[in-house]
């Protein structure tokens, strides 16, 4: 006589099983009395000459402080000014809680360090070594690069608005 056992297929299991761990990720974020900032994607590309700029730290610092403040009261993780680094092609993503959610809406001068991170650089914390082959990044040598490390002289701006793709393009001379 012929066993009746049910088996569900293999990528019926499978489905339930992803759909259970899904629930139970998304539950873990909730019941947090964290207060969290409403964040936007935002993001862009930073060229010079037209072409990529690979490795830069592009920062966001927010022309009213209070654009990343917790509100009075509440008790919630702050956001410092939202940065990032480009990647091979210039590309760059903001995050302020989780990778790539973005940034509050609000408007931001916006600082770019090409290079930053070799020897000898004011953001590496390294002497600069004088026998050194080659800089660690690839960043184009530009000779008006430090206007655009400066929040107060940057004329690098961008203004992030709820609803809206907040893509930016940065092209530096």
Do not use: W
Not at 26 to 37: I, K, T, Y
Not at 76 to 91: K, L, M, R, V
């Amino acid at each position: 006589m012929p066993s009746h056992s049910f088996r569900a297929p293999r990528h019926q299991a499978t489905a339930a099983l992803s759909l259970a761990l899904a629930a139970l990720t998304s539950l873990a974020g909730c019941g947090s009395d964290e207060f969290r900032l409403k964040v936007y994607p935002a993001g862009g590309t930073v060229l010079a000459g037209g072409k990529p700029v690979a490795d830069a730290l592009v920062r966001f610092h927010p022309v009213d402080p209070a654009t990343v403040k917790i509100p009075e009261g509440q008790a919630g993780y702050p956001i410092a000014n939202p940065t990032t680094e480009t990647a091979a092609d210039g590309s760059f993503q903001l995050s302020s809680y989780l990778a790539n959610d973005g940034v509050p809406s609000g408007e931001y001068k916006v600082t770019v360090l090409v290079g930053a991170g070799n020897p000898g650089d004011d953001d590496s914390g390294e002497e600069a070594n004088p026998d050194a082959q080659k800089p660690r990044t690839k960043g184009p040598k530009l000779a008006a690069a430090s206007k655009y490390r400066d929040p107060a002289n940057t004329p690098l701006k961008a203004t992030i608005k709820p609803g809206l793709e907040n893509r930016f393009t940065f092209e530096l001379n």
